[in-house]
């Protein structure tokens, strides 16, 4: 059943982010730590889990791939909403605070890379 | 005939989430059509897609003068569900799905070193740049520092400090900015920094950190990659809501 796929996705997601809120109120901040990680790992595990002891069965997996797949066009959608007006009308401040930041940020990858392990 | 145009637009409110589908799926046909034919496929059509995207939201904020690029136009309003944050992280962690544990252990060191240094090193930016553009108050240069991590650091950790609406304001337009130099850069510059294997995915995300600059970034390179730029910069805003009005804030008032 195509729902089994989606109902165990949205279970990692939810479970993720209560996770993720518990351990923001931990540290005493008003954010999410790490939620959607927590929920991909359980998702990962789960899988793996699943895997081994019994199959998923084809179309149970397309309850997930299929919103693996839709994953463009919502980012293609997220793009459409953003405020771009508002970075615009940030000034010369936000686009150099943000500009440098992304580009000191790209020049560290390679260098990061370099780590062994 | 006004009649029929009122159904239609009408109709398309009401069906927000449909519509959404309608208009991402034009956009989505219109670039592959010109990565294809215009750029012989050298030009990624979901990056142009989302490059795209970005212009429908810039001429909808100017049109509404709203903060929602096209979702503030009515018959649009569905893209603000489609492209919410509920959706993007559902199909976030859908991505996760067949990946290998290996791989996120093998580089799960840089990853954890990325996202510190991705944070400090994106504070400490957007702090210089606020004291050259004459900020002198430890307050507005952790507040503008901090939007530079991310456009939700900025107004948590300005609450957090005290500073002054404006400054807060523009810590978020600095944030915004991250985000969408990601999201255009991402595929302009993946090539020439090794942006291509799983372990510089998670390097990727942990240094930017944007949510969605990362997401689209990604989407727009390889999308094999995306749940391991995902996986780490989903620590970053919290990592950042917990160091900017703490450490970070002290060092700067210790300069300042």
């Not at chain 1, 997220?78 to 930041?101: H, P, Y």
């Not at chain 2, 957007?126 to 503008?144: E, H, L, P, R």
């Not at chain 2, 727009?220 to 620590?235: E, I, N, Q, R, S």
């Amino acid at each position: 059943m195509v729902i089994y796929g989606v109902a165990l996705l949205s279970f990692c997601m939810v479970l993720g982010i209560i996770l993720g809120e518990l351990l923001g109120r931990l540290f005493g901040v008003d954010a999410n730590i790490g939620g959607i990680g927590i929920a991909m790992l359980l998702l990962i595990f789960l899988s793996d889990y699943f895997k081994k002891s019994f199959r998923l069965g084809d179309i149970t997996e397309k309850g997930i791939t299929f919103w693996s797949m839709i994953y463009i066009p919502i980012v293609v959608a997220m793009a459409s909403k953003q405020n771009v007006l508002g970075a615009i009308d940030g000034g010369l401040v936000a686009l150099f605070a943000g500009g440098i930041a992304v580009l000191l940020s790209f020049l560290m990858i390679p260098i990061l890379s370099k780590i062994k392990k | 005939m006004m009649d029929l145009l009122e159904v239609i637009n009408s109709v398309l409110s009401k069906n927000g989430l449909i519509t959404s589908f309608i208009f991402v799926g034009c956009i989505v046909w219109v670039s592959y059509f010109i990565s294809d034919k215009l750029t012989d496929g050298k030009f990624h059509g979901s990056a142009l897609a989302i490059l795209l995207g970005l212009l429908f939201a810039y001429l909808g904020g100017t049109y509404t003068g709203g903060e929602q690029g096209v979702a503030d136009i009515s018959f649009l309003s569905g893209v603000g569900l489609l492209g919410g944050a509920m959706l993007r992280d559902f199909a976030i962690v859908a991505t996760a799905y067949g990946v290998r544990f290996e791989d996120l252990k093998s580089s799960g060191l840089a990853g954890v070193l990325s996202l510190f240094i991705g944070v400090i090193l994106s504070f400490f930016a957007g702090a210089a740049v606020a004291v050259i553009f004459g900020y002198s108050d430890a307050t507005s240069i952790t507040t503008i520092g901090a939007g530079a991590v991310t456009f939700v650091v900025g107004p948590v950790t300005g609450s957090a400090l005290g500073a002054s609406s404006d400054v807060i304001a523009l810590s978020i337009a600095a944030g915004l900015v991250k985000s969408i130099l990601v999201m255009v850069g991402t595929p302009f510059l993946a090539k020439h920094v090794g942006l291509n294997n799983p372990k510089s995915a998670m390097i990727f995300g942990g240094l930017m950190g944007t949510n969605s600059g990362v997401a689209a970034g990604l989407a727009a390179v390889d999308p094999k990659l995306v749940p391991y730029g995902a996986m780490t910069a989903t620590f970053y805003t919290g990592l950042g809501c917990l160091l900017a009005p703490s450490f970070l804030y002290l060092i700067i008032h210790i300069i300042y």
